[in-house]
């Protein structure tokens, strides 16, 4: 079995009652009060979404039904799928991250992996204050990567590019904010992007030694996008990320028995209305 690349658009998607609580069904009732916590929808959307990528791509991978995965969470908050019992699916590694209007997903029976997604746009009213508020992130060789472009937009491309390499390496070795992202030096070979295709020529440098264990496979995906897969170098390279939707996955997950799953749907609503409601009450509190 390949292993899987997928990217969902959670933005543009406008669940119905009905696909909200058989979502629900499929998650614990821990991870059904998570994602009835946040305050905007989006962010509600966007986790929901990744939970059920995940559920989709073990399904796809191991066969074993949404009912019966079983995830435990790391020392530093990274989820995996514990059945001790089964060694071969206790290799199925995944992980997700979502950004802009794109939640992505990687996953493969190996070993451990990270990705990470980015949403090229300019931050704020200036790119060189926010260059200056993330400085210490950055090494002075990347720095100057980042500012060979003319144009603001492509240095925040080339910003952002850097940054999915880091996050890739770090949430594929799961330490998370344990790790020093500064100690991370990235060799930018292909200087410019293209969506959809692959480029896997950056070099990662740690404490100034080329690390020669992991791959970084990088892509744009559409709407300017920008993702990287962070992989050992034995596992399997080149696999294209495939584009899916919410109906999709929950017509290969299969029917659930929604009807002991409280009715959150009118909450996920409310959660609507003040994502539409808030922006536009601090609009007119900053220009009055």
């Known amino acids: 079995m ?16 009905s696909q909200y609580n058989h979502c629900l069904a499929l998650l614990t009732e821990k991870e059904r009060e998570h994602i009835n916590s946040f305050t905007f929808a989006e962010d509600s959307k966007a986790c929901l979404v990744g939970k059920i990528l995940i559920r989709y791509s073990c399904f796809i991978t191991t066969s074993i039904k949404p009912s019966f995965q079983v995830y435990g969470v790391g020392d530093h908050g990274k989820p995996f799928l514990d059945l001790v019992d089964d060694s071969l699916v206790n290799n199925f590694e ?12 990687a996953s493969h029976i ?14 704020g009213n200036s790119v060189e204050s926010f260059f200056h508020t993330m400085r210490n992130q950055l090494q002075p060789t ?5 500012n060979s472009s003319d144009s603001d937009i492509l240095k925040m491309t080339n910003f952002y590019r850097i940054w999915c390499l880091k996050e890739s390496y770090i949430k594929m ?13 990235f060799d930018i070979k292909t200087p410019h992007l293209q969506t959809g295709r692959l480029v896997s020529d950056s070099r ?35 696999v294209k990320f495939e584009e899916i939707n919410l109906e999709t996955m929950l017509e290969r997950l299969g029917n659930i028995n929604a ?23 601090w609009f007119n509190a900053a220009n009055h």
């Not at 190996?110 to 931050?123: A, F, W």
């Not at 990347?142 to 980042?146: I, L, N, P, R």
């Open 2 to 17: 390949r292993g899987l690349r997928l990217y969902c658009n959670f933005r543009e998607w406008v669940p119905t009652k």
């Open 94 to 105: 995944f992980n997700i991250s979502h950004h802009g209007d794109y939640c992505v997903l």
């Open 110 to 123: 190996g070993s451990p992996l990270g990705i990470d997604v980015m949403n090229v746009h300019i931050r």
């Open 142 to 146: 990347e720095w100057s990567f980042v």
């Open 173 to 185: 070795t799961g330490k998370g904010l344990s790790f020093g992202i500064e100690d991370l030096r």
């Open 204 to 238: 990662l440098y740690l404490n100034d030694t080329l690390c020669t264990d992991c791959v970084f496979e990088e892509t744009v995906l559409p709407k300017k996008h920008i993702t990287t897969t962070a992989l050992a170098l034995n596992d399997e390279k080149g």
């Open 259 to 281: 009807d002991n799953i409280n009715d959150h749907f009118l909450t996920f609503t409310c959660l609507g209305l003040v994502t539409l409601i808030f922006p536009a009450l």
